[in-house]
Antibody, heavy 126, light 106 residues
Framework: QLQLQESGPGLVKPSETLSLTCPVSGDSISRSNFYWGWIRQPPGKGMEYIGTVYYSGSTYYNPSLTSRVTISVDTSKNHLSLKLHSVTVADTAVYYC??????????????????WGQGILVTVSS | DIQMTQSPSSLSASVGDTVTITCQASQDIYNYLNWYQQKPGKAPKLLIYDALNLEAGIPSRFSGGRSGTHFTLTIRSLQPEDIATYFCQQFESLPLTFGGGTKVEV
C-alpha cells in the first residue's frame, strides 16, 4: 500500500523559506507514468495546487507561485521536496503531497491525485 | 485559471437521505473533473474520476454526473461514515483548480 507523509517544521517566520519533504513508502518514486505533487489548503479555504514533479526532475508550477516555489525529487531517498521562499502569513496552510498517475505528455500533468498524505499544518508567524 | 464554484458550502442530512453536491466550471471542461472525500485529520480520498467513473473500492451509493459545465456528486442512502468534506477538481487545463468544498453533516 502506497503511503505518503509530509514532514517539516510547523512554524516558519515571515520572509524565510518553508521546506517540507514527503517520503514515499510502498513504491518507487522513480516508477514511470507517475507525477508527484504538492497541494495546500489555507484555513477556511479550498485547496490550491502548488505544482508537480516527474522523477526525471521535470516540473510544473502554479503560475501564482512559480517565482517562489521549488519542487524536487530525490530518487535515492525516495522522497519529494517542497521549498517555498519569502513566505508571508498568507502561506499559512495545510500542505499535502500526492501522486498523480499519468504518462508524461505535451499537455503536462493533468489528471487525478490517487494517493495523498495526511497533510501538515505550516503556520507563518513571527 | 478555470474557476470551480462548489455548492452548498455545507449541508445537514439524515442517514438514508440522498445528498447532491454541485460544482460549476467557469468554462467547458468536458469530463475532466474529479471528486474527493476528506475526513478530519485524514488524507483526501479519490471517489470519482473523469466526472462519471467510480474509483475502485468506493461504494456504489456514490455517483457522478455532468450537464454541460455543471457537475454533481450524489450520495444515495447517506451513511454515518459519509460524514466528511467533499471537493471537486478540474484537470482540463493547468493550473489544476479545486472547488471550495462541501461539508456534509448529520
Amino acid at each position: 500500500q502506497l503511503q505518503l507523509q509530509e514532514s517539516g517544521p510547523g512554524l516558519v517566520k515571515p520572509s524565510e523559506t518553508l521546506s517540507l519533504t514527503c517520503p514515499v513508502s510502498g513504491d518507487s518514486i522513480s516508477r514511470s507514468n507517475f507525477y508527484w505533487g504538492w497541494i495546500r489548503q489555507p484555513p477556511g479555504k479550498g485547496m490550491e495546487y502548488i505544482g508537480t514533479v516527474y522523477y526525471s526532475g521535470s516540473t510544473y508550477y502554479n503560475p501564482s507561485l512559480t517565482s517562489r516555489v521549488t519542487i524536487s525529487v530525490d530518487t535515492s531517498k525516495n522522497h519529494l521536496s517542497l521549498k517555498l521562499h519569502s513566505v508571508t502569513v498568507a502561506d499559512t496552510a495545510v500542505y499535502y503531497c500526492a501522486r498523480l498517475p499519468q504518462q508524461p505528455t505535451i499537455d503536462g500533468p493533468r489528471g487525478y491525485f490517487d494517493y495523498w498524505g495526511q497533510g501538515i499544518l505550516v503556520t507563518v508567524s513571527s | 485559471d478555470i474557476q470551480m464554484t462548489q455548492s452548498p458550502s455545507s449541508l445537514s442530512a439524515s442517514v438514508g437521505d440522498t445528498v447532491t453536491i454541485t460544482c460549476q466550471a467557469s468554462q467547458d471542461i468536458y469530463n475532466y473533473l474529479n471528486w474527493y472525500q476528506q475526513k478530519p485529520g485524514k488524507a483526501p480520498k479519490l471517489l470519482i474520476y473523469d466526472a462519471l467513473n467510480l474509483e475502485a473500492g468506493i461504494p456504489s451509493r456514490f455517483s457522478g454526473g455532468r450537464s454541460g459545465t455543471h457537475f454533481t456528486l450524489t450520495i444515495r442512502s447517506l451513511q454515518p461514515e459519509d460524514i466528511a468534506t467533499y471537493f471537486c477538481q478540474q484537470f482540463e487545463s493547468l493550473p489544476l483548480t479545486f472547488g471550495g468544498g462541501t461539508k456534509v453533516e448529520v
